[in-house]
């Protein structure tokens, strides 16, 4: 038997020695990959380690398709090094594409580092993964690349937290591909839809409302008690009043109406189309109607319209009377042809198809969240352009400034 050559490991002879064969190297990778596959029944925490550590210096400058080849190797490996696993993740998105998807033993550790060291192509592909974990998504919404949070708002198994909800609500003002994906997440709560409602078009806008325009029952058959509460105290905290107002039962503010100019809100409204719609109009209908003027300023400038179906069905208005406040608006009531305009028309199917106690809540959320924040601080916020913080000013702030500096 002819004696194995010895292994030369003088200085000379590392320098006289020829580059390695492709193809030793090749086989030299698929053994160590195959010593990393062992089962742990039958080879050491520290020799798969070591085997790792080995294959790991020698793909540093091997070819693309041997770097692939062990990764496909690898990927479906529990217990491979997660050294390696990392290394190939962050390699050519051709090698890390195999693991950044099916890879379970890469670490929701292991994905933050990698998202935030590697290409947008990178950061896709672990959008598309089986499960994406909230803080993983986190890390990834941060980069705001239109096409990678598009994948992960359609990946039914990503996780997603209010941080990154709210970035991409934000987004979603000048984005509206974000819109009708976020109306389809479960994650989505009232605060966000009926604040996306004022940018969204008609189709998502309808999905908002039959989403999230729902009944108060429970909230107020709860509370029904601490009316005459509230009111013996003079209404005295005004954090319960505003909370109390949401939850009321009746829309038209009485009060208002005693010290209006105007016996009923149809009459404002009819006084509105003969004259058009004057500040104090507006101001006067939204008073009667049980919002505040900033409220009732946002639903009557409301391009495509919706908005002002909720104004009229709340209060229980006739249907004539969304015509009625539309010709106030100076709006087209018919088209060329002498048809119900469009724009008209679609407002009318939506005073059709939600019930008052349902516009109710929606009309009663929109005024909350709209004017129950709305001091010093956060004006300010709207004028510069930020958005503030929820732990800060609460959900009704960052609503304002999303709605209101929309306008900007």
């Not at 086989?27 to 020799?47: F, G, M, N």
């Not at 605060?191 to 989403?211: A, E, N, P, Q, V």
Request: proline share 4%; aromatic share 4%; net charge neutral.
């Amino acid at each position: 038997m002819q004696a194995q050559q010895a292994l030369e490991l003088s200085p000379d002879a590392a320098v006289a020695a020829p580059p390695p064969l492709d193809d030793v190297r090749r086989q030299l990778a698929k053994r160590l990959s195959d010593v990393i596959c062992i089962p742990a029944s039958h080879l050491t925490p520290q020799e798969r380690h070591m085997a790792g550590d080995i294959l790991v210096e020698l793909l540093r400058d091997a070819d693309i398709k041997l770097r692939e080849s062990v990764a496909k190797r690898l990927v479906m490996l529990n217990e491979a090094p997660r050294t390696i696993l990392v290394i190939l993740a962050k390699d050519d998105i051709q090698v890390a594409r195999h693991v950044l998807e099916e890879s379970n033993s890469l670490s929701d550790s292991d994905l933050i580092q990698i998202a935030r060291k590697v290409s947008s192509e990178h950061r896709k592909v672990i959008a598309r993964r089986r499960k994406v974990s909230d803080s993983v998504v986190d890390v990834i919404v941060e980069f705001l690349e239109e096409d990678v949070v598009e994948v992960l708002l359609k990946n039914k198994g990503a996780s997603f937290s209010e941080t990154a909800l709210q970035r991409i609500l934000t987004i979603s003002r000048s984005h509206q591909p974000y819109v009708s994906l976020l109306v389809k997440r479960d994650e989505l709560r009232p605060s966000h839809g009926l604040t996306m409602f004022w940018w969204s078009d008609s189709d998502t806008r309808k999905k908002i409302l039959h989403r999230f325009g729902v009944t108060r029952k429970v909230l107020q058959e709860s509370c029904h008690d601490l009316f005459p509460k509230a009111a013996a105290e003079g209404w005295s905290d005004a954090a319960v009043r505003k909370a109390l107002q949401f939850i009321e039962r009746r829309q038209r503010n009485r009060a208002a109406l005693d010290r209006s100019d105007y016996d009923s809100l149809e009459e404002a409204i009819e006084a509105a189309m003969t004259t058009g719609l004057t500040r104090k109009l507006t101001e006067e209908i939204s008073y009667i109607a049980g919002v505040k003027p900033a409220t009732g300023a946002q639903i009557l400038t409301d391009k495509s319209g919706e908005a002002i179906a909720i104004l009229c069905k709340a209060p229980g208005l006739n249907r004539e009377y969304v015509e009625k406040l539309w010709r106030a608006l100076k709006r087209p009531v018919h088209d060329v042809e002498g048809n119900t305009h469009p724009d008209l028309q679609r407002v009318m199917q939506t005073y059709d198809v939600i019930s008052t106690d349902k516009a109710q809540t929606v009309l009663r959320y929109w005024n909350w969240s709209l004017t129950a924040s709305l001091n010093a601080d956060v004006l300010r916020h709207i004028k510069d352009g930020v958005i503030p913080r929820e732990e800060e000013y609460g959900a009704a702030a960052i609503t304002a400034a999303l709605v209101f500096g929309n306008r900007r």
